[in-house]
Nanobody
Framework: DVQLVESGGGSVQTGGSLKLSCVYS????????MGWFRQVPGKEREAVVA????????YYADSVKGRFTISQDSAKNTAYLQMNSLKPEDTAMYYC?????????????????????WGRGTQVTVS
C-alpha cells in the first residue's frame, strides 16, 4: 500500500502562512495525481488543490487561488502546500491524497472519490 503522512499544521493568526508537507512512500506510482483536501466537522470534504506528477498541471479551488500553492519534490517523495494570507475560513483538517493516474482534468480533480490513498491529516487553525 501507498503511505501518506502529512505534517506542518498548526495555529496561526489571520494573514499568516503555513507550509504543509505530505511524505509519500517510495512505491507511489511515477505517474500520479497528488491532491490536498480539507474538512471541517459536520461538513463535506472539500478539494483544495491538485497536481499531475507527469506534467505539473495544477488545479485550484476558487477559494484558495492566489493564496495557496502546491508543489512536489519527487526526489524527496514529498508534496507541499504553501498557504499564505490565511483566513479563519481556512480552518480545517487538511489531508493529502493520491491516485495512480492523472488528476482527470477540470471536471474531476476535485472529486474525493477518485483518490485511492489518503493520509491521516494535519490540523490547521486560523484565528
Amino acid at each position: 500500500d501507498v503511505q501518506l503522512v502529512e505534517s506542518g499544521g498548526g495555529s496561526v493568526q489571520t494573514g499568516g502562512s503555513l507550509k504543509l508537507s505530505c511524505v509519500y512512500s517510495e512505491n507511489t506510482w511515477k505517474r500520479h495525481c497528488m491532491g490536498w483536501f480539507r474538512q471541517v466537522p459536520g461538513k463535506e470534504r472539500e478539494a483544495v488543490v491538485a497536481i499531475n506528477s507527469s506534467d505539473g498541471m495544477t488545479y485550484y479551488a476558487d477559494s484558495v487561488k492566489g493564496r495557496f500553492t502546491i508543489s512536489q519534490d519527487s526526489a524527496k517523495n514529498t508534496a507541499y502546500l504553501q498557504m499564505n494570507s490565511l483566513k479563519p475560513e481556512d480552518t480545517a483538517m487538511y489531508y493529502c491524497a493520491t491516485r495512480p493516474s492523472s488528476c482527470a482534468g477540470e471536471g474531476n480533480w476535485y472529486k474525493w472519490r477518485i483518490y485511492s490513498y489518503w493520509g491521516r491529516g494535519t490540523q490547521v487553525t486560523v484565528s
